[in-house]
């Protein structure tokens, strides 16, 4: 069971990546105890103290970089907490080769670590050098005192815009107090063959002429080679282990002085133990007759690729690798020729597709164990953790210009399979770009899917240079002419002896393909992209219009960079098309005011777009976007794009952008106490209530007609009325006359006399009520027999409630359509006048043109002729 090799975490940096690999998933033992002691003591600051660059000086593989990877992890552990520490090693990755990347990765850490907001980190690489002392100056300040502690491992790399490698022009002379630098390089070039030793580089050469203070880095001693032997031992202690035969063989092998052969010898040695069975011994005869880490390298990959495909004893350790051994080259192939490296499902995708093998599960554990051994993990994408290992595969496997042009083709073809995404903008144009495939690198970008993706703040500056980079004039040289005289002289030649090598022609077509890089017409090629897109996805005018906007944004921005002088655009010729009446038809203008300031102004319906990629924090320049400080430069691509597409974009405002228009002015109105607007509204509403309480009256009337048997009297219950009889009425007694005793008899015999009256009055009203209540009983059952009826008229009217509402929401849809066609029938009318105003053929300017090429003509002969 193989044991995965500890490179497998994965960082989001590369140079935290580049770091690890020497420093956490690897053993160091500085050869002498005071480099870390004259790191601190360079690095540490005094009030105003000034220094200059501490210089790390040593051969390749000496060591540099480990010891400013462990220095640096050191120093992070006891540092002040308001010291900013600066990390950056140039060749761990491509993008870290540029001084463009190195200059804005520092200044923008700067800018994050010392809350320098009212400085803005610039985007050329002219603009970062010359801001880069400001900046220092500025971080300076911020801390009394300040301490600012910047490391560059390999400055001698470092590759800046029209300099050559390892320029030191972009380091300030005098650095600001309490600034320390701390840098590291060669000191002779290259040795090329059959000589003993290179020039001075000139980095060293620069770095002396300032007397920059310079700490060389030693070959390893025995005892330091000891050490670090017992260190790597001890990482591994399941999978290695020395024998101290074993160990002394390697501490005095001469070779194992240079600490990068040391280190290629232990890991090759614990690898090839994992994958075969051959014996630590056999693998020390094999790795010690190599002189250098680069013959090393070579010997263990052959040992990793024959072991992989075989049953893994020492017989199959042999010379002829064989048709599977090529997998590992094809997969270190793929890894050496991406940007930024590659994951495992996409270096097992190319590898399907170049060879059409699918490993074994035992295989892919152990060609990915190899490769882990070699490689950096940054994002869960695999690069080479040294710069030799690099230097290994392609002498190995590549070794030609034309097979570099085929990898970048496979790699293409591969990228160009994945949908629009960040991971395709990244890759496919970087591999189009270096195969020399300059058409499909203009199509990458002008196709209208990636360009949405482009037009953003994180591939927006890539997607310039590119442009730039397309749309570029440049003259050839009396050289190149030459040659591509006596190229087409040779091929002429061979047309007339009938005599040609196809395979030769085509080697050298590919070759000159290659270098030749031609000019693009912006303008042009995102016409023609627009009308490929509009064909095939049929989009909204308001999506074609919002589309032409970004396409102008991103045309103006071009040409405020300065960009159309390199591509040596001529004047406009097109006949210029009024801000009044752009305004009027809601596209966007550039505006001069009195004092010559310029200024893109966008209509309120199309602030989004004015505002899409806007950063400031405080609120922008309402009605329109401002563009601060634009130099004065031509802006021919804009112009000329913004008076082909101007119908369209007029065009996505015919419709719905024109009615929220309408409504925001209208609010506008209301808010101001304008009310003509809020009238307007108003009666529109009321005609559509109206019309909708016409349709709800029908509906009502005709539920009147089927109960128009009933009326409201019917409905009503009868009224219960009795009238009770007066009390009988009685003579008075004459007391005079009567006795007292014929008194109380008539007393009582009126008092029974009423009591009959009142039973009497009570039967009838009995009665009365008996007889009512016959009658209500009756009106009761009559009620019943009409509910019943109106529940059966009910449920036959109910079934077309849901087909009356959906009339009712037809007719309102219907008549928006109809007020929203009305609308843009009005729309278009105008449209089609302003078109006829600035009409896109015009005689009078064709005529000229006509006259102009004639002229032209005519001079050309007669120079023909005084020349010849």
Known sequence: ?????????????????????????????????????????????????????????????????????????????????????????????????????????????????????????????????????????AASKKHFPARIVIVIDGINRLKGEGAPEGALHWLPTELPPCVRFIVSTVEFERSSKGKKEGMPHRTFVE???????????????????????????????????????????????????????????????????????????????????????????????????????????????????????????????????????????????????????????????????????????????????????????????????????????????????????????????????????????????????????????????????????????????????????????SKKDKKNSHKVDNSDSDIHHASNGSTSKPSFDIVEEYVKSLDEYRNIKHPSDEAVAGIILEIGDFLLEFATLGHEKDADVPALIHPKVLPEDLKSIGVPYVDIDEEGRSSLVYPEILHIYSNKYKTDDGPGTEGGKAIDDVPECTTYFFNRWMWIQFPYIALGNCDARYTHGVNQKLQVDMNDGNMRGKKLNDDGMDNGASGLRRSKSQVSGGSGEMSKSWSNKDMKLPKINFNRKAARSISRVNKDTDDELNVMNNKVQQRLMALQDSIANYREEYDFVVQMKSIVSKRLQDLKDALIDLQRTSESCSQYDGELELAIKREAEGAQKYDSVKTLHKNLIHLVTMAERHPANVPALITELQLKVDQDTFLLAEIKKRLW
């Not at 923008?108 to 400085?119: D, G, I, P, Y």
């Not at 803005?120 to 002219?126: M, R």
């Not at 060609?367 to 710069?387: A, C, P, Q, R, Y």
């Not at 392609?394 to 990898?407: A, D, E, F, G, H």
């Open 207 to 489: 770095l002396q002429r300032r007397q920059c203070p310079m700490l060389r880095i030693d070959p390893l001693g025995a005892h330091t080679r000891t050490s670090v032997i017992s260190a790597f031992s001890s990482l591994y202690p399941d999978s290695f282990e020395l024998t101290e035969a074993q160990q002394f063989r390697v501490m005095t092998a001469p070779s194992c002085a240079q600490p990068m052969y040391l280190r290629t010898l232990l890991q090759g040695l614990r690898l090839a133990s994992l994958l075969t069975a051959a014996p630590i011994d056999k693998l020390l005869d094999k790795f010690l007759a190599c002189n250098t880490a680069h013959d090393l390298i070579d010997k263990n990959l052959n040992i990793c690729c024959q072991s992989t495909f075989s049953d893994g004893d020492d017989d199959s350790i042999q010379s002829d690798e064989g048709l599977l051994s090529d997998i590992m080259g094809k997969i270190l192939s793929v890894v050496y020729m991406s940007r930024s490296g590659l994951t495992e499902a996409e270096i097992w995708g190319l590898i399907r597709m170049v060879s059409k093998f699918e490993p074994s599960e035992d295989q892919a554990r152990k060609l990915m164990s190899i490769l882990k051994d070699f490689t950096m993990v940054v994002g869960n994408m695999h690069s080479f953790s040294h710069e030799i290992y690099r230097e290994v595969i392609y002498k190995k496997y590549i070794n030609s210009k034309q097979s570099l042009t085929r990898w970048h083709n496979v790699l293409a073809r591969f990228f160009d399979q994945l949908p629009p995404c960040d991971r395709k903008l990244v890759a496919l144009p970087y591999h189009l770009e270096m195969a020399g495939s300059w058409n499909k690198v203009k199509n990458c970008l002008t196709d209208i899917d990636m360009f949405q993706l482009w037009w953003t703040p994180k591939f927006k500056s890539d997607f310039i240079k590119f442009w730039a980079s397309l749309t570029r004039v440049t003259m050839p040289s009396t050289e190149e002419k030459e040659t591509s005289q006596v190229a087409q002289k």
């Open 1 to 137: 069971i193989l044991k995965m090799p500890t490179s497998t975490q994965s960082f989001e940096d590369e140079h935290e990546a580049f770091a690890a690999t020497r420093v956490s998933q690897y053993v160091y033992v500085p050869t002498k105890d005071s480099f870390f002691g004259t790191l601190d003591s360079h690095a540490d600051t005094l009030e105003g103290d000034v220094k200059p660059p501490l210089v790390l000086l040593g051969n390749e593989g000496s060591g540099k970089s480990a010891l400013m990877a462990n220095w640096v992890s050191r120093r992070r552990e006891h540092k002040h907490r308001d010291e900013f520490l600066f990390q950056h090693f140039v060749g761990c990755s491509t993008q870290s080769l540029p001084l463009l990347h190195t200059l804005f990765r520092l200044e923008s850490a700067l800018k994050n670590f010392f809350q320098l907001r009212e400085m803005k980190v610039p985007d050329t690489e002219v603009e970062l050098r010359w801001s880069l002392n400001r900046f220092l100056e």
